[in-house]
Each structure stands twice: as C-alpha cells, then as structure tokens.
C-alpha cells in the first residue's frame, strides 16, 4: 500500500490564515522619514530592485501590503501541514546575473531541477495488457526522440532539428531582456548628447538580426503566427504539437491558433537553472524562499522591508516631481524616487494623483490588454497520483514522471483550442487545460511524510461569467469539481487523496496578489505590449511622464515570469538618473 499520511480529514476548503510569513518587517530598525528610494511592493521583481540599489549605495525602503513578502513568488501554508507555492510554481526564467550579483546562493537558495521535466499522458485503452501511451520528455535527446517515435517516426527525426532552431532564436531574444528598450523619445526629440545615447541601445537589436542571419524571416513567422501554424510545418503527431503548444498558451487568453502566440512560447523556453539551458526546477522550501533570498541580499547590504504597510498615495510636490509616498496610516515618506512593483493599472490609475499625468496617457493605461485564463488550484493530497499511463511503485515512492510538469487534456490542439473557445463565450472550459505539478516529489519539506503538495494551473476561465454570474464558492467549487473529475481519469484515485484545496479564480488572484484581470505578466505578453510597447509605445524605458516615478514590475519590460530583470533593468535607470540629478 502506498505510503499516506492517515488522519488528515480536513474540509474541502480554503484555511483563510496564512502561515507562512516574511521575516523582514522592521529588518533594519524603525521607519524613519526619509530615504533616498521607495519601492512599492515585494515582489520579486521591487526585491530585485531594492537589493541592486541598496548595494550601489542608494538607502532603500520597500513596503508590501500583505503580511508575506514575494508577490506571486510567495510560500504559503494554506492548509495545516502543507506548505505551497501559492501562485508562481516554477523557476527558470530568473536572469543568470542576479543569482550572481546579489550572491542567492549564500542567502539560501536551493533549488531542484528537473529531469525529465514533461509528461503528458494519454487518454485511451490500453491493448493486449500494454498501459496507454505517454510522452515523457527530458534533456537526454535520445530518449526524447524514442519517445516521440511511439507517435511518429518522422517527428523523432525531426525534434532535434526544431531544438535547434528554436535554440538560435533564444539566443538572439535573449541579450534583449537584460536591457532597456530603444528610448524613442530621447531618439527623437532629446538634445544631440541624448539622441547619442540612444543608439547605443539599437545594439542588442542588431546583434539578434545579425544571429539570425538570413532567417530571419522564418524567426519572423515563430514570433507573429499562431503557433499551430509553426508547429505544423515541424510536426505531424499531435500529442507532441500539444504539449508543445501549452507553452505558447500558458497564462494567456490565447489559443494555439491565435497569431502572437509563438512568443509566448519563446518566453517560456529561454530560460534556464544552473548551466543547464532550458531547465526548469523547484525552489527549495517553495517559491516563497527564493523571494526570502532575494530580501535577505537586499537586507543584508542595509535596505529596509516592511510587510503589512500599505502605500496609498505617490507625494508629487509643487514642481511636479515626486517626493515620496503616503502610507494607508497616514504616514508619510519622503525620497527622490519611487519605483512601483504593482501594476502600471494601479500604479498610475490608484496611486498617482491624476492632475499630473496626461490625460492621454491614463487613459491608455486603463486600456491594457489584462485578459486571464488562469485559475490555481493548490491541493493537498495523502498518496501520490497513480497514473494509468505511468502507475505507481509498489512502495508509493516518485517516480521520474511525478517530478514532471504533467499536462492532461493535452493530447491534441483541438482540444486546446475548444478549451479556449469555451472561456470566450464566458464559460469555464469544460475539459480544461491542465498542468500539474507535485514539487514535493523532489521537496519533502512541503508535506507530512507520506503526503504531497499538488499545484494545478488550469486554464481557460474568463474573469467575467456568462449570464451575469460571479466566481462565488459554488462556481468556484463547481470548476474545481470538474478539474478533479479529468485529473481522475488519467489517475484513478485522486479524488479520494485529496484532503484540501486552495482555489484561486482570476478575480481571487487580482484581490490577493494585485494581478489585473488575474493576469500573471500584470497586462498581456502579446506583440502589442512587448518591448518598446511595454507597458505603452514611447514609456517603455521604466520611466514616466511623472519624474521621479518608475514602474519596475512584470507590466515593464520585459515582462511577466519569475524573471527579475524587470527590477534589475529599472534599478540601473534609476540609478543612471540619481547620479545625474
């Protein structure tokens, strides 16, 4: 019998405390008056932030307005025992320079990588005794491609070739996250000394043409086409092409056959952990301990976190530049900047008084595309899923596969494609998109002996009902039921493992981390909001019409991800602007 953790009976809800907080409150000492930087929240992206500018000498303060630091990258113990990445699951993305720079490693970081990383089995009889099919993927090419051929010989052949291809384009993208957009506005109308500054930013666009030589226009095509269309000219079996896909559909209201889509896939592929490119992992202790690293390296160079203190208003003075901010007491604090890791939505619609923001400006602000599909569902289980597919050792210990992010209802971009179609008619999808992970199956520390932590991303569900209906406990229970129900027919036994559950709808994830629309990237990853355009064409540079303020979270480039380099790309401006004022 496998291993459970027996006497765990707790209700099917949602424990409202959480367990699991920051330690940085007060982390150097009292509040005092004045500081030369105010970030605003702690998120991973103003944690960044607030640590690369403490260590340049710039005496900085963060506040957060919940009792835990991390934003989306936060560890909570939603239910007694069981200690989940409550949003944000995985971690590749977070740019190589900051592990280093901020030194994460002796603040704590541990991570888990994965390998193999991708399982998506299928759903179909087994004959003459065999377990249906699978396809598991991992770093070793060779297996993959013995994988793969189970579908198509051909495809098999062809997968290291696409590897490749995708490879090339990873490594032109890539040079382009660490650094500031094209400053068109100082291109434009800045004096000669600043239009001279200027170019040198069109470098790293150059050096992407030129890795990409005369393919460019197939690059092209991966950037702006439906993914599908991409996919289709690599690959014939569908399996493949779906699991693919999800990348290219992962947080966004898009489907496989929406043009742009290719980006987000490319997003979700140039990563990487360790040396190892294109790895994905866990985050020893959740995700929550990587933000405590990040707070730790801020800390320990002499910044200032502060967890429930709540800032209500951005000071401006009678020049129209920023001074400070103004808590929800009443408090108020004084400093030559202030960056905000909230949204540009409420950062610029709730925070910043309007008078002094063009009127063209907010109204475009308030116009960003915040579409979400996502609803998380957090669940505690007492044994490990039993896969038909993969079934379980007799012992109940991992296997390779549980470690993987296991996508189910994934077999075909159809399917992908009617899960999508569904949410636009206002409709949770009926036979949802699923990934789930179990990163207790690599970190004991999450669970009781025995039991597991389980994260399920799911998508699509519109933020808005059909009909007029709300995400009430009886709609949220209702999608979380249907969820159980496709888990449990890939793994016989899930529903009766389940002893809690934690289910966060678009409307939950906006009303707990401040995400609009409960969108992950803050507004959406598509080419409209993308580099110059991110958060808004001629605004992309972190700075704003009102000097003095900076937007340094997932809603400035480049965009949404555990990634950082939005805190780290806003840090060198402001400091580039200190030192100049």
């Given at each position: 019998m496998a291993a459970s953790c027996g006497g765990l009976g707790w209700a099917l809800r949602a424990f409202p405390r959480p367990a699991w907080r920051g330690t940085h409150s007060g982390a150097r000492g009292r509040l005092m008056p004045e500081y030369d930087a105010v970030v605003i929240g702690a998120g991973h992206n103003g944690l960044v932030a607030a640590a690369y500018l403490?260590?340049?000498?710039?005496?900085?303060?963060?506040?957060?307005?919940?009792?835990?630091?991390?934003?989306?990258?936060?560890?909570?113990?939603?239910?007694?025992?069981?200690?989940?990445?409550?949003?944000?699951?995985?971690?590749?993305?977070?740019?190589?320079?900051?592990?280093?720079?901020?030194?994460?490693?002796?603040?704590?970081?541990?991570?888990?990588?994965?390998?193999?990383?991708?399982?998506?089995?299928?759903?179909?009889?087994?004959?003459?005794?065999?377990?249906?099919?699978?396809?598991?993927?991992?770093?070793?090419?060779?297996?993959?491609?013995?994988?793969?051929?189970q579908f198509s010989p051909k495809d098999a052949q062809a997968f290291p070739r696409y590897e490749e291809f995708m490879n090339r384009l990873v490594s032109a993208v890539d040079p382009l996250l660490d650094t500031v957009p094209v400053d068109m506005v100082a291109f434009q109308c800045g004096s000669l000394l600043q239009r001279l500054k200027s170019l040198s930013t069109l470098k790293p666009l150059l050096q992407a043409g030129l890795t990409l030589g005369a393919q460019l226009p197939q690059y092209y095509q991966v950037l702006t086409a439906p993914?599908?269309?991409?996919?289709?000219?690599?690959?014939?079996?569908?399996?493949?092409?779906?699991?693919?896909?999800?990348?290219?559909?992962?947080?966004?209201?898009?489907?496989?056959?929406t043009p742009g889509s290719g980006y987000v896939l490319l997003h979700h592929v140039m990563g990487g952990?360790?040396?190892?490119?294109?790895?994905?992992?866990?985050?020893?202790?959740?995700?929550?301990?990587?933000?405590?690293?990040?707070?730790?390296?801020?800390?320990?160079?002499?910044?200032?976190?502060?967890?429930?203190?709540t800032v209500a208003k951005v000071q401006v003075n009678s020049g129209g530049r920023v001074q400070?901010?103004?808590?929800?007491?009443?408090?108020?604090?004084?400093?030559?900047?202030?960056?905000?890791n909230a949204s540009p939505q409420i950062t610029f619609l709730k925070l910043t008084p309007q008078e002094w923001l063009p009127e063209e400006f907010v109204g475009r602000i308030s116009q960003l595309d915040t579409q979400s599909p996502v609803t998380k569902i957090n669940v505690a289980i007492d044994r490990l899923p039993n896969f038909l597919a993969m079934p379980n050792a007799p012992g109940g210990q991992p296997l390779p596969h549980h470690q993987c992010s296991i996508h189910l209802n994934c077999e075909d971009t159809c399917l992908l494609h009617q899960a999508f179609q569904d949410a636009m008619d206002g409709l949770p999808s009926h036979r949802p998109m699923i990934e789930l992970c179990i990163p207790s199956s690599l970190d004991p520390t999450l669970a009781p002996p025995g039991c597991?932590?389980?994260?399920?991303?799911?998508?699509?569900?519109?933020?808005?009902?059909?009909?007029?209906?709300?995400?009430?406990?009886?709609?949220?229970?209702?999608?979380?039921?249907?969820?159980?129900?496709?888990?449990?027919?890939?793994?016989?036994?899930?529903?009766?493992?389940?002893?809690?559950?934690?289910?966060?709808?678009?409307?939950?994830?906006?009303?707990?981390?401040?995400?609009?629309?409960?969108?992950?990237?803050?507004?959406?990853?598509?080419?409209?909001?993308?580099?110059?355009?991110?958060?808004?064409p001629l605004h992309s540079s972190y700075r704003c019409p009102l000097p003095g303020l900076y937007l340094c979270g997932s809603g400035a480039h480049p965009g949404g991800g555990v990634m950082g380099a939005a805190g780290h790309n806003a840090a060198h401006v402001v400091f580039g602007d200190l030192k100049s004022m």
């Open positions: 403490q260590r340049w000498g710039v005496n900085t303060v963060v506040f957060e307005r919940r009792c835990v630091i991390g934003g989306a990258a936060v560890t909570e113990e939603i239910i007694p025992g069981f200690k989940f990445s409550r949003a944000s699951y995985l971690l590749s993305l977070l740019r190589p320079q900051i592990y280093t720079d901020l030194e994460l490693k002796k603040h704590g970081l541990r991570l888990h990588l994965r390998n193999p990383y991708s399982f998506t089995p299928m759903q179909e009889e087994g004959t003459g005794g065999k377990v249906p099919r699978s396809l598991l993927l991992g770093t070793d090419m060779v297996e993959n491609q013995k994988q793969i051929a993914i599908t269309k991409v996919l289709d000219q690599w690959f014939e079996s569908e399996p493949l092409k779906a699991t693919l896909a999800t990348d290219a559909v992962i947080g966004a209201m898009t489907s496989p056959h952990l360790e040396g190892t490119p294109g790895a994905w992992g866990y985050v020893q202790g959740g995700m929550g301990a990587l933000s405590d690293a990040i707070a730790n390296s801020a800390t320990a160079h002499g910044a200032s976190i502060f967890t429930e203190k400070g901010v103004v808590l929800q007491d009443g408090t108020e604090v004084r400093s030559k900047v202030v960056l905000s597991h932590v389980v994260s399920l991303f799911t998508q699509y569900t519109p933020y808005a009902l059909a009909g007029g209906k709300a995400w009430d406990e009886q709609e949220r229970n209702a999608y979380a039921d249907k969820v159980f129900d496709c888990i449990e027919a890939y793994a016989p036994g899930f529903k009766s493992s389940v002893v809690g559950r934690d289910i966060l709808t678009p409307p939950d994830l906006e009303r707990i981390f401040g995400l609009p629309g409960g969108n992950i990237f803050h507004c959406s990853m598509s080419l409209d909001q993308l580099y110059f355009a991110r958060p808004l």
